[in-house]
Nanobody, 120 residues
Framework: VQLVESGGGLVQAGGSLRLSCAAS????????MGWFRQAPGKEREFVAS????????YYADSVKGRFTISRDNAKNTVYLQMNSLRPEDTAVYYC??????????????WGQGTQVTVSS
């Protein structure tokens, strides 16, 4: 199984970025997909998740109303649209996959991460 993130970069506060995660080696439509992030010196934290058909989504309070998770099962890809970015959003963003619908349960597969840096 491979999860490959892309789309990270440097952006000014208030700007936008769209992250993508391409999955291979798994039956994508049967997996819940999620995004996590880890800032320097901090623990990795949940950002958002989306269920198999895309009908259910969950967000961390810190990103609600600014970030949108979506998926394209035909392309085996999950996205994270990030708007109104803040310096505190700076982190390495990771894509993850699991079969369990509870985003608090352990995630099975992880990507390598993509760096997002928001300048003030």
């Amino acid at each position: 199984v491979q999860l490959v993130e892309s789309g990270g970069g440097l952006v000014q506060a208030g700007g936008s970025l769209r992250l993508s995660c391409a999955a291979s080696g798994l039956t994508f439509s049967t997996y819940v997909m999620g995004w996590f992030r880890q800032a320097p010196g901090k623990e990795r934290e949940f950002v958002a998740s989306i269920h198999w058909s895309g009908g259910l989504t969950y967000y961390a309070d810190s990103v609600k109303g600014r970030f949108t998770i979506s998926r394209d099962n035909a392309k085996n890809t999950v996205y994270l649209q990030m708007n109104s970015l803040r310096p505190e959003d700076t982190a390495v963003y990771y894509c993850a996959a699991q079969r369990n619908s509870d985003h608090n349960s352990p995630w099975t597969y992880w990507g390598q991460g993509t760096q997002v840096t928001v300048s003030s």
